[in-house]
């Protein structure tokens, strides 16, 4: 079985942009890739894609070329990015191909993501009563491991005081500008305990990865970014996920806890081995929880790694080094692959402005509805 590696990597912008659609996007950020890896669209021999609400990933043909290539479509809510990843990865490892592409892309309406319940398996009066809107599941869930674990709030605005200060770093985050703690802390109440500055934005973006057997990357001589592990995993009964329909008494672990020890187990390092950090922070309290479902700390410990600035950059711990979903919004077929968009420009040194010195191991995170989760880690070389 093949290793593999990733050896091109091109991002469109994130944010709003009305001249481009999100079909678009996702070509340019493929074309950006083919170029950072010195290939072409005629030699690629697979595409793994998803977009929730701009399109069929395979419509890039229209755009890049009629080779032909095996093009599949893969949707799987905010997971939908890493998954094509995923989907690409043991294509290689299998042995069947060489060379291929993951990539995603979105562009979505305005406003929160307020899906059809029936789609999740869900009754009618799960919407009827607002619980659709994810905003009011965040505000629960946070509030309660807030309450469980002895959280204050102003945890909350530290994570999102650091992602706006990432963000202002990165060429392709949508929210470039640095917001202090009182602007974050005073803003307007949405769900509480989450305020106006705590929650990430549905926005536009593509992105795009050119994976590669070892065979090839030998072959042609090529500087790579190795994928040493990824896990996808799913709820389990018991675990407290989006669209929930309630709490059980008797807990299980999340697909977070789940994915991650899988990945582990497979790189065979633990959490301190980690340089650099991507992990899903649709809210500032998604981000306080995945430190700990990861393995980075224990619960309640976000507080003092936190004040300590062990998470900014130039900390012990540096995590979502370009301003995570907070500054560049989720385009859900996209954000996964951001995640290890940053972690690759991180590992080869080209993270310009935020670039965590020495980076050699690279771990993203991403979680999605109805409750999965993706870990994939990367090595450099």
Request: hydrophobic share 40%.
């Amino acid at each position: 079985m093949s290793d593999v590696h990733i050896i091109g990597a091109g991002i469109h912008r994130f944010g709003r942009t009305t001249e481009r659609s999100g079909l678009d996007q996702g070509v340019h950020a493929i074309r950006e890739a083919l170029s950072d890896a010195g290939h072409d669209w005629r030699e690629m021999q697979f595409a793994f894609g998803g977009s929730m609400d701009a399109g069929n990933a395979d419509a890039i043909v229209r755009s890049l070329g009629l080779t032909g290539i095996q093009v599949i479509n893969i949707i799987n809510g905010c997971a939908t990015g890493g998954s094509s990843l995923m989907a690409g990865y043991w294509a290689i490892k299998s042995g069947e191909f060489d060379l291929g592409v993951a990539v995603g892309f979105d562009k979505h309406a305005r406003g929160a993501f307020n899906r059809a319940p029936q789609v999740y398996g869900l009754p009618q009066w799960y919407a009827d009563t607002g619980l659709m809107l994810t905003v009011q599941y965040f505000g629960m869930k946070i509030r309660r491991y807030m309450d469980l674990h002895g959280i204050g709030e102003d945890a909350l605005g530290l994570v999102a005081q650091k992602a706006f200060g990432n963000g202002a770093r990165a060429a392709h985050a949508w929210r470039r500008e640095a917001v202090d703690l009182d602007t974050i802390m005073n803003s307007e109440m949405v769900c509480d305990p989450l305020r106006k500055y705590m929650f990430c934005s549905p926005s536009e973006g593509g992105v795009a990865l050119v994976l590669a057997s070892s065979r090839k990357v030998r072959e042609l001589g090529l500087q790579s970014v190795k994928i040493r592990a990824g896990a996808i995993r799913t709820r389990v009964a018991g675990s407290f996920e989006v669209f929930a329909p309630m709490l059980e008494l008797e807990r299980g672990p999340s697909a977070t806890i789940l994915a991650s020890k899988a990945a582990f187990e497979m790189a065979g390092i633990g959490p301190e081995e980690v340089d650099v950090a991507q992990i899903q922070d649709t809210d500032s309290g998604a981000e306080i929880m995945h430190m700990a479902e990861n393995g980075f700390c224990r619960d309640g410990d976000q507080v003092r790694m936190l004040r300590a600035g062990e998470t900014q950059l130039g900390g012990r711990l540096p995590i979502n080094t370009d301003g995570g979903c907070l500054a560049c919004g989720e385009p859900i077929g996209a954000s996964g692959l951001r995640q290890v968009y940053e972690n690759v420009q991180q590992l080869r040194g080209r993270a310009q402005g935020r670039q965590v010195e020495g980076a050699r191991i690279g771990y993203s995170q991403v979680y999605g509805a109805p409750g999965m989760s993706g870990v994939v880690i990367l090595e450099n070389g």
